[in-house]
């Protein structure tokens, strides 16, 4: 692998984001931001808007709720891509009934093979209480899956609790 691939981990509103944009920020490299989110609803609609405004000017944004390794392939040594989020990209696969495997195989394929260092996010599902329904269930165990993939792969996984970062491999 001629990356660096860095994987960040965390729960909800534990400073992921804010972490990952500053990992990407000191590479001093061209910054590209790959949103994976789907807005659908106000609350959404929001939420990037606050992420948009904490990143500031000097991004270029694609978004890519399914496909990010298409756009990871053309990247280029000069610049440092971050994945917001990995989550919200499994979700996508997950409401659109796509074959997960296939998907989570692409996306690890195009990480590896791009020629741009790599940040990506994602969520810690798994410490919380058992879901009560079957796809909210399904979802936290794809997720979990997922982030052990992505966390084999990369050669860095940080993880973020309290906006306090603990590298669990590699070094920052």
């Not at 965390?10 to 807005?39: C, D, I, M, P, Q």
């Not at 694609?62 to 990871?72: D, F, M, S, Y």
């Amino acid at each position: 692998m001629s990356n660096n691939l860095t994987l960040v981990i965390g729960g909800a509103a534990s400073g992921k984001s804010a972490l990952a944009e500053n990992l990407v920020v000191n590479t001093h490299k061209s910054r590209v931001y790959l949103a994976t989110a789907r807005v659908l609803d106000r609350e959404m609609e929001q939420k990037v808007a606050r992420h948009k405004e904490m990143r500031g000017a000097g991004w270029e944004t694609l978004e890519t709720p399914l496909a990010p390794e298409k756009i990871l392939l053309q990247r280029t040594a000069s610049e440092v891509v971050l994945l917001d989020c990995a989550t919200m990209w499994l979700m996508n696969h997950l409401m659109d009934e796509t074959d997960l495997n296939a998907a989570e195989t692409a996306l690890i394929a195009g990480l590896r093979a791009s020629k741009a260092d790599c940040v990506i996010v994602t969520n810690e599902l798994g410490l919380g209480i058992v879901p009560a329904d079957a796809l909210s269930r399904r979802f936290r165990q794809k997720q979990g899956e997922l982030n052990q993939h992505l966390a084999a792969a990369a050669d860095t996984v940080v993880n973020i609790v309290a906006g306090l970062p603990n590298v669990l491999k590699g070094a920052l």
